[in-house]
Nanobody, 123 residues
Framework: QMQLVESGGGLVQAGGSLRLSCAAS????????MGWFRQSPGKEREFVAV????????LYSDSVKGRFTISRDNAKNTVYLQMNILKPEDTAVYYC????????????????WGQGTQVTVSS
């Protein structure tokens, strides 16, 4: 299990950008696929993006493809989510998560979770 701490959330106007960061503890970071999920009030937690341990392979949900970019720096044990052209419907708590599986999308595949960071997009 890794300890994960997200940062970078905040309030932004529609069309703006934010970059989320997730710092991980432990010396096995590169062996984990890292994902971002989000959850709005009254809705289930949904998959946003995932990146393989090497950083070579990425997957995105259709709702963010072309606007969001996931990346990682294994030397810093950190994964990022660059969010551009933000929309009000992107408003949610964003969670970072780690999995020992290869680029999963399901929440059940992720055993390590951060506490979440709030992103609010105003119209």
């Amino acid at each position: 299990q890794m300890q994960l701490v997200e940062s970078g959330g905040g309030l932004v106007q529609a069309g703006g950008s934010l970059r989320l960061s997730c710092a991980a503890s432990g010396r096995t970071f590169r062996s984990y696929s890292m994902g971002w999920f989000r959850q709005s009030p009254g809705k289930e937690r949904e998959f946003v993006a995932v990146i393989s341990g090497s950083g070579v392979s990425t997957l995105y949900s259709d709702s963010v493809k072309g606007r969001f970019t996931i990346s990682r720096d294994n030397a810093k044990n950190t994964v990022y989510l660059q969010m551009n052209i933000l929309k009000p419907e992107d408003t949610a708590v964003y969670y970072c998560a780690g999995s020992t599986e290869y680029n999963p999308r399901a929440t059940a595949a992720f055993g390590s979770w951060g506490q979440g960071t709030q992103v609010t997009v105003s119209s």
